[in-house]
């Protein structure tokens, strides 16, 4: 197959990219700084010659926008809600404009939609965030970034294509400068531990499981709307952050409250409400049509990656 990926230069898409040219199939990135032979330029905004290689293409796979790891000041949030749902309206003009469009888009959305949640885990018809009680009010904010993310795929005129909104956890990979690079760096340096108390729930997927998934949307033709992309065992932080420091041979992992949170993320130049939201995801719809996750614990799922770290990555 032809599958093209607009903002694919990121961590998720350096994953998604290995394992498709891994399989044998033709990789298209659509970047704002080409750099390699297979990377196009965009602007991710408005159309261009880059919509010539949507036109023809098997599957597009949208992860523009933003990263989500920064302080969330008014101008960061705009930024980050602009980058989504602006590439979102160009990748759907350029399949809606196509004369051969693609029979798949997967688009970019997050787990982080639903609401904060220490109870019941949230499936594909689990409870959607918003004003809720408790929780800071800009929260919200990233919520509605997430609704109106998958809104403009939803309205896009692609009748020819099939939709569906990946509602992604983290994903979890040995590569350098993703989330599990960063909280492998902690955990190294025993800082690892309890977050204002840990209760909070923390949703991954194993990068495997995360390309397999892509693969069983690619052949399973009835999927269409949202989807979790999640490991079936989301865990409370304490114990994601115990687990990970064990594989890395840690014991010990310092804990942090609040205030000390706070800190630390403005430190990073990054925001709380990555440590702090509970989330609770589960899959749905992809196991009740047959897919099996190969890494559903974190118990076994960190210290694969740990393995594949001390190996050479990426393996």
Not at 70 to 95: F, H, K, Q
Not at 153 to 167: M, S
Request: net charge positive.
């Amino acid at each position: 197959m032809k599958i093209v990926i607009p903002g694919g230069t990121g961590h998720v898409g350096a994953v998604a990219e290995r394992a498709f040219t891994a399989a044998g199939h033709s990789v298209v990135v659509l970047s704002r700084n080409p750099v390699r032979p297979n990377q196009v330029r965009w602007d991710g905004r408005t159309p261009g010659a880059w919509a010539a290689e949507i036109d023809g293409c098997d599957v597009v796979l949208n992860l523009a926008g933003r990263s989500v790891s920064c302080r969330y000041t008014p101008e960061n949030l705009r930024d980050m809600m602009d980058s989504r749902v602006l590439s979102t309206r160009a990748v759907g003009e350029a399949i809606a404009r196509a004369e051969r469009p693609p029979r798949l888009w997967l688009q970019a959305s997050t787990a982080t939609i639903y609401a904060h949640s220490f109870g019941t885990p949230h499936d594909e018809d689990g409870v959607i965030g918003g004003a809720e009680a408790g929780v800071p009010a800009y929260w919200a904010y990233s919520v509605e970034i997430a609704k109106n993310w998958e809104r403009e795929q939803a309205r896009a005129d692609t009748p020819h294509t099939r939709k569906v909104a990946l509602r992604s956890a983290m994903v979890m990979s040995p590569d350098r400068g993703g989330i599990f690079d960063y909280l492998s760096w902690l955990a190294r340096l025993g800082l690892g531990g309890p977050v204002a108390g840990g209760a909070q729930y923390v949703s991954w997927i194993h990068d495997h499981d995360f390309t397999a998934a892509l693969d069983h949307l690619i052949t399973h033709e009835q999927l269409t709307g949202p989807i979790n992309l999640a490991a079936p065992n989301p865990l409370p932080q304490r114990d994601f952050t115990r687990t990970l420091r064990h594989a890395w041979g840690m014991p010990l992992g310092l804990p942090a409250t609040r205030t000390m949170a706070a800190l630390g993320a403005l430190a990073l130049r990054s925001d709380t409400e990555l440590l702090l939201k509970s989330r609770r995801v589960i899959p749905g719809r992809l196991p009740d049509t047959g897919f099996r996750f190969a890494h559903p614990d974190w118990d076994d799922a960190a210290p694969d990656l740990v393995r594949r770290v001390r190996a050479g990555r990426g393996r």
